[in-house]
């Protein structure tokens, strides 16, 4: 099966509790003979320099990220509280990482997408979550 995993923050390396399941995750997968490629966040707070990636990693997983300021900013999370929605999800959202995935799913078909938290939710598309 040909796999999409979606992470809030890049799983390299992996150092902590989410970084080592994320990439758990993506490797239990791989040796079951799937392949998997990892889409991430690459936030301020966790930020990876990808020069640093293994040559194992990268062929493992053909990785991409995209830099994201997730930090808690007063303004955005009183317009959030205003509006109904949630600033805990919309401050990973990122349009740069929408078109970085929305250009990996028209390239590719991929039978299953992973989210890795529910900071990624903000991503599926709401068509996707209507009853047909």
Avoid: W
């Avoid at 040796?31 to 293994?54: C, M, Q, W």
């Avoid at 109904?84 to 990973?92: K, L, P």
């Amino acid at each position: 099966m040909k796999l999409l995993q979606l992470c809030p923050r890049v799983p390299f390396p992996a150092i902590d509790g989410g970084t080592i399941a994320m990439q758990s995750i993506a490797r239990a997968l791989t040796d079951a003979g799937n392949e998997v490629t990892i889409l991430s966040l690459n936030t301020k707070k966790h930020h990876v320099d990808p020069r640093v990636f293994s040559m194992e990693y990268l062929s493992r997983f053909n990785p991409r990220s995209v830099d994201i300021d997730t930090g808690v900013k007063a303004i955005p999370a009183f317009i959030s509280l205003l509006d109904g929605s949630s600033y805990n999800i919309t401050r990973f959202h990122s349009k740069q990482f929408e078109e970085l995935l929305a250009g990996e799913l028209v390239a590719n078909k991929f039978d299953t997408i992973i989210l890795e938290s529910i900071f990624m939710t903000s991503y599926i598309p709401e068509n996707a979550l209507q009853d047909n």
